[in-house]
């Protein structure tokens, strides 16, 4: 359902195997709608963004990956869920980066803006206008002393 990220794809940092971990992880993190309008997480290129905006993130999550069963991908979700569901307690600290950078990937997905009735693209300027304001309000801020001690 991507159509125009900023993402910049590269070779993936993941073997096959961590590419089928990885989807069966993010379909439990953010799961498809029941009427088909918001895609799973999965569908999302996940491991490039990370690999893009936090290079930092790819080792740990290589590690929680190659930490989950081999036949991970291929459980229900349910089963899947609960195994996340502990992932999420044992590992609270990359699996709080994982949640993060995967919510950040997925809402930045013109498809997924689309589907919740939002334009594609930056939120701002959409012919936005700022209004001008009274600029003496500031006047007493600019009145009151230095609160800082000036360096060289």
């Known amino acids: 359902m991507s159509d125009g990220n900023d993402i910049i794809t590269t070779d993936s940092p993941l073997s096959d195997e961590q590419k089928d971990k990885l989807a069966g992880l993010l379909d439990v993190i953010i799961p498809p709608s029941e009427d088909g309008s918001l895609p799973s997480a999965a569908e999302m290129d996940v491991a490039a963004y990370v690999q893009t905006h936090v290079p930092e993130l790819l080792p740990a999550l290589v590690q929680v990956l190659d930490g989950l069963d081999a036949n ?81």
């Open 72 to 152: 991970f991908a291929a459980l229900e979700r349910s089963e899947r869920h609960s195994l996340v569901e502990e992932l999420s307690k044992s590992q609270a600290d990359v699996f709080g980066l994982i949640l993060f950078n995967t919510f950040a990937c997925y809402y930045q997905d013109d498809g997924v803006h689309k589907a919740i009735g939002m334009e594609a693209g930056p939120p701002f300027p959409r012919g936005n206008t700022v209004e001008p304001g009274d600029l003496s309000l500031l006047d007493p801020v600019l009145e009151r002393p230095t609160l800082y001690r000036k360096t060289n």
